[in-house]
T-cell receptor
């Protein structure tokens, strides 16, 4: 267990509502990531962070924003949820060291109706 | 744009048999990662391959990397039911942070 907690674990929301997912880490790692997982696509990077207030876009960032005001917390916001954002969302941290693998949280299953 | 492709995407095999999962990627990389995911669970890191010719083994799984061919293989020896899972390879985009691009995943089912 790499000390990553995602909340909530499950959420159902309606189209057009804003949604915020939280990722909390206890190990003071610099790099944090948000991925989404959909059948047939593997995992796709939404946004990542390389430090407090330092974030950048991934390959599927449209419709999402992120914030990192503290080292331990990385928030993902769906500004106006759409059905295409129904997915499983994983937060990850990079371990210490340039070649360290990513360690993933348990995921948040989001359903947009 | 980096593309990572795995094949096969689905694999059903019998216990005791050997098989190989292939991971091809489209641009130069000197590192590659393999992950395992059980149904409804998170991803678990299996192997980190850091150079051309790298080989790592853990139990019945062995991974290798050929950076010149842009190919990694995950070989399963004498499969057992406990190895049933989805396996992903991932390649980092070289510049900047370690942003991983994942393959589609290979769903492996091992039947008694």
């Amino acid at each position: 267990d790499a000390g990553i907690t995602q909340s909530p674990r499950h959420k159902v929301t309606e189209t057009g509502t804003p949604v915020t997912l939280r990722c909390h880490q206890t190990e003071n790692h610099r790099y944090m990531y948000w991925y989404r997982q959909d059948p047939g696509h593997g995992l796709r990077l939404i946004h990542y962070s390389y430090g407090v207030k330092d974030t950048d876009k991934g390959e599927v960032s449209d419709g999402y924003s992120v914030s990192r005001s503290k080292t331990e917390d990385f928030l993902l916001t769906l500004e106006s949820a759409t059905s295409s954002q129904t997915s499983v969302y994983f937060c990850a941290i990079r371990g210490q060291g340039y070649n360290s693998p990513l360690h993933f949280g348990n995921g948040t299953r989001l359903t947009v109706t | 744009e980096l593309k990572v492709e795995q094949n096969p995407l689905f694999l059903s095999m019998q216990e005791g048999k050997n098989y190989t999962i292939y991971c091809n990627y489209s641009t130069t990389s000197d590192r590659l990662y393999w992950y395992r995911q059980d149904p409804g669970k998170s991803l678990e890191s299996l192997f980190v391959l850091l150079s051309n010719g790298a080989v790592k083994q853990e139990g019945r799984l062995m991974a290798s990397l050929d950076t010149k061919a842009r190919l990694s293989t995950l070989h399963i020896t004498a499969a057992v039911h406990d190895l049933s899972a989805t396996y992903f390879c991932a390649v980092p985009i070289i510049q900047g942070a370690q942003k991983l691009v994942f393959g589609q995943g290979t769903r492996l089912t091992i039947n008694p």
